[in-house]
């Protein structure tokens, strides 16, 4: 252990080293980076600005994930794309359920972490996090995923407090024709989806798609088979299916409006076990079988008018219901939202986007006696504002972005989250950029009006977890740093340096009586995340990715006090320090494509309300083999987890017990016409 601070010291110079050295080479050695970026500069995103803009020039930690990479991966669902990114934390629980940040802070409910699809948040207010089993998104659908890690609040609002994911769909006018694929395996157990596009009139297009999907149940670990209310089974009991559809219709007007109006269905069906406590005995803790009921719908519609070739104008709105059933809480959710925004230019150095929202939720609770929201419907209001100026500080060289937004809820009020960066385009092959950010993660529900039943402490005398009216905003202040370069098309480094500042972290302050979520949480995380992708030959694409995470988070509870008989706990404030992956995707010949995944985890340390686990590190490999039969007709065979048979990736923190993810194979048979 006395080895720690001097591996910590050489790491931190290592990292310096990295960032100063593309400097000196810059200095004296710019012939040597003859560099031709035709590709890169052309990869488009929109997330960073809430414009288009090329990927090489944003001044943040962005990562993309494109039609390419999904086509020939292993993975079968979003969140097993979003193992291929440098810096999220990607964890699963069990079949159906996931634990997915950025930055640390991972759990059940990952809630600095905002999630969207085409533009519409999948946030869920409730929990403060992402119900991933309910993100239906066909992945052939799916024209690409930028991933933001770090702040994003001043153009997204608040929860983009590490994070943002924006999941973009294709056009339909890429969507003509007739796409049909089944699937099958030994834990995907059928699956298959169905979609037509076409082309309705000159300048408009439609596509429709449904999609359903099986999948079996994992097993218990073996430290939960030891527990007597599950010694006589393995199997965890959680195999679900989903069945969803949705719509597209994308248009223009002219040649400066267009439009689009696309809208899903959604309904599925999960089993589960949970603990139940059970009233009359205070000792007795039994596994009772559960099925979770989700469904749901949403409609949006976007229309975007050029004003001008430097000015434009996009309104957006959208309706989404959401469903969902235990045994332990029912919940359900309308939202409505309407978002305009207006990017112009101004003397020709500055480039503005400004904008405000609105955004209507109505919350329904079916309580229990596990579980219950007081009061069990609420109506919330959300209204917003931003700015923010790219400005041209030395054209072609140098850039400074400032934008705040401004924020009013009905839990805290009034919220204001600035940022300000800077980016230095040191040569066409190489830039610098920092960044300092304030961003904020507004209370839920459950901080607020939870209260659940931990133990009893005798017959008919429950200890309660309570939620706390005075429960404030969680805030931090990031400072990052980063670099890119890439040389003749072949080698490709995009290198971030952050530390963070968090104060008002939620945390559990526990008593005799039970437990109450407070937030006096505070404390500071600091890393490095590198990727580097390498091009030696037209056949061989590899990605490495690296990141490093050091978190030291600390409650704000003295012990002992009137109220707290022990510190509070902050809830999965430990990240797996280190992660590693690599990824090589192999033109085998002109029909035959092979991709290996290979990723490393480090051990894990999770704290829930009633306890801390150790997850030990793990490595896992995926595999696909993709075969173009013919010009309509491809076949996948693909593997994960194949190194080994079973292992524990994380542990629920609420009434489930640990579940070990298993080794899957399974086969895909593709059409297109």
Not at 27 to 48: E, F, R
Not at 118 to 123: E, F, I, K, L, M
Not at 183 to 202: P, V, W
């Amino acid at each position: 252990m006395a080895r720690l601070p001097k591996i910590k010291r050489t790491f931190q110079l290592i990292c310096l080293g990295l960032l100063i050295w593309p400097l000196c080479v810059h200095a004296d050695n710019n012939d040597l980076l003859n560099l031709d970026l035709t590709d890169l500069m052309q990869i488009q995103v929109t997330s960073a600005g809430r414009k288009e803009q090329n990927l090489f020039d944003v001044p943040a930690a962005i990562y993309v994930i494109d039609s390419e990479d999904i086509k020939i991966s292993a993975a079968t669902s979003l969140p097993e794309l979003l193992r291929m990114v440098p810096g999220l934390q990607v964890a699963r629980i069990g079949s159906s359920k996931w634990a997915i940040s950025s930055r640390g802070f991972n759990g059940t409910f990952s809630s600095e972490l905002l999630v969207q699809i085409d533009g519409r948040t999948v946030y869920t207010p409730a929990f403060s996090g992402v119900y991933w089993d309910m993100q239906t998104v066909m992945l052939e659908e799916i024209e690409r995923i930028e991933i933001i890690r770090g702040p994003g609040a001043t153009l997204w609002g608040a929860n983009a407090v590490n994070g943002i994911i924006n999941i973009i769909t294709k056009p339909a006018s890429e969507a003509v024709g007739l796409h049909a694929e089944v699937l099958t395996g030994n834990h995907e157990k059928a699956g298959g989806s169905l979609r037509y596009g076409n082309q309705m009139s000159t300048n408009s297009y439609a596509k429709l798609y449904f999609e359903y999907h099986q999948r079996d149940a994992f097993n218990y670990s073996s430290a939960a088979v030891a527990e007597p209310s599950i010694a006589d089974q393995s199997d965890s009991g959680d195999e679900w299916e989903m069945l969803n559809g949705g719509f597209r219709l994308d248009g223009d007007v002219g040649l400066t409006d267009n439009w689009t109006l696309q809208g899903d269905i959604y309904s599925g069906h999960e089993d589960q076990q949970v603990y139940a406590n059970w009233p009359l005995d205070p000792l007795l803790r039994t596994l009772a079988d559960d099925t979770i009921d989700v469904s749901g719908h949403n409609i949006l519609g976007r229309w975007q008018h050029d004003i001008s070739e430097k000015s434009s104008v996009t309104v957006q709105a959208y309706y989404d219901y959401s469903k969902r059933d235990e045994s332990y809480i029912g919940q359900s959710f309308q939202t409505f939202d309407l978002d305009l925004q207006h990017r112009f230019f101004l003397w020709n150095r500055h480039d503005i986007v400004w904008g405000g929202g609105y955004r209507h939720i109505i919350d329904d609770f079916d309580s229990t006696y596990l579980m219950s929201m007081d009061p069990e419907s609420v109506s919330s209001d959300l209204y917003s504002a931003f700015v923010q100026d790219e400005i041209a500080l030395v054209a072609e060289k140098l850039y400074l972005t400032l934008g705040s937004k401004y924020e009013h809820n009905d839990y805290t009020g009034n919220e204001l989250q600035p940022s300000a960066r800077l980016m230095w385009r040191l040569s066409d092959n190489q830039n610098l950029w920092t960044a300092v950010s304030r961003a904020v993660r507004t209370p839920s529900r459950f901080e607020r009006d939870i209260s659940v039943v931990m133990y009893h402490v005798a017959p008919n005398t429950p200890a309660y977890m309570s939620g706390t009216s005075g429960y404030d905003s969680e805030e931090v202040v990031a400072y990052e740093a980063g670099y890119r370069m890439r040389t003749n098309k072949i080698l490709t480094l995009d290198l971030t340096l952050f530390y963070n500042e968090y104060s008002e972290l939620r945390e559990y302050g526990f008593s005799l009586a039970g437990a109450n979520v407070i937030n006096d949480g505070e404390g500071t995380s600091k890393g490095i995340e590198v990727s580097i992708e390498w091009t030696p030959t037209d056949w061989l694409t590899t990605v490495l990715n690296y990141s490093y995470i050091d978190m030291d988070i600390t409650s704000g509870a003295v012990s002992p006090s009137p109220v707290y008989s022990t510190n509070a706990t902050v809830l999965n404030s430990s990240s797996p320090s280190h992660q590693v992956s690599l990824r090589a995707d192999l033109d085998l010949r002109k029909d035959l494509r092979l991709s290996l995944f290979g990723r490393y985890v480090d051990e894990l340390k999770l704290t829930s309300p009633s306890s801390t686990e150790t997850i030990d590190a793990y490595f896992a490999l995926d595999a696909s083999i993709l075969w173009q039969i013919n010009h309509s007709l491809s076949l996948k065979i693909a593997g994960q987890n194949l190194t080994d048979p079973a292992h524990l990736e994380f542990i629920n923190e609420y009434f489930t017990q640990p579940t070990e993810v298993g080794r899957s194979v399974y086969a895909q048979l593709n059409f297109k016409y």
